[in-house]
């Protein structure tokens, strides 16, 4: 298994507080990913990071941030938690832009916002 | 823009049935195909992707999948299926630029004995 670790894997919050998620690898890969997972939706792109300090939006950024100071940590943050940010987070990585390059995906951390 | 579209949300089989999952993608430009399985309370694996050359890929715990071009379709097969291959599939697809994936709804199988 890849080395990808995420942190929290539960978290209960109430809505309008801030929420960080965290995403740790140990591959020293260069890309990293954050998704959420929804019924019906499958999993869409939240941000991507290609390198450090280097990141931008994927399809569903609203309401999110992100932050990448090392390579091997890649943050993600609801501003203010909604409901509809209740989901299911799961980060990525990929060694690079290799044709078909393949990307491990986390354990993924369950979110509910009250 | 592309996109992926996986028929039925739901798929049951026997055990030792042939196991069929649909995808189809649109893209408008040659595309690598991926399919993901996804276990309870667990992250994604790669089963199997394809990228150039064979158009039937081969991937792990006996599946294949078969890359046809005319029909847009990238579909998901094993010969046999095993209470064990009970998880939610997921088809992907992606651009030959940056590693971005657009992922599919989602296929559940069922196997029952």
């Known amino acids: 298994d890849a080395g990808i670790t995420q942190s929290p894997r539960h978290k209960v919050t109430e809505t309008g507080t801030p929420v960080t998620l965290r995403c740790h690898q140990t591959?020293?890969?260069?890309?990293m990913y954050w998704y959420r997972q929804d019924p019906g939706h499958g999993l869409r792109l939240i941000h991507y990071?290609?390198?450090?300090?280097?990141?931008d939006k994927g399809e569903v950024s609203d309401g999110y941030s992100v932050s990448r100071s090392k390579t091997e940590d890649f943050l993600l943050t609801l501003e203010s938690a909604t409901s509809s940010q209740t989901s299911v987070y799961f980060c990525?990585?990929?060694?690079?832009?290799?044709?078909?390059?393949?990307?491990?995906f986390g354990p993924g951390t369950r979110l509910l916002v009250l | 823009a592309q996109s992926v579209t996986q028929l039925g949300s739901h798929v049951s089989v026997s055990e030792g049935a042939l196991v069929l999952l649909r995808c189809n993608y649109s893209?408008?430009?040659?595309?690598?195909l991926f399919w993901y399985v996804q276990y309870p309370n667990q992250g994604l694996q790669l089963l199997l992707k394809?990228?150039?050359?064979?158009?039937l890929v081969k991937g792990i715990n006996g599946f294949e999948a078969e890359f046809k071009k005319s029909e847009t379709s990238f579909h998901l097969t094993k010969p046999s299926a095993h209470m064990s291959d009970a998880a939610e599939y997921f088809c992907a697809v992606s651009d030959r630029g940056f590693q971005k994936l657009v992922f599919g709804t989602g296929t559940r199988l069922l196997v029952s004995p």
């Open positions: 893209s408008s430009v040659p595309p690598y």
């Open positions: 394809y990228t150039t050359g064979a158009t």
């Open positions: 591959e020293n890969h260069r890309y």
């Open positions: 990071s290609y390198g450090v300090k280097d990141t």
């Open positions: 990525a990585i990929s060694g690079g832009q290799a044709p078909g390059e393949t990307q491990y």
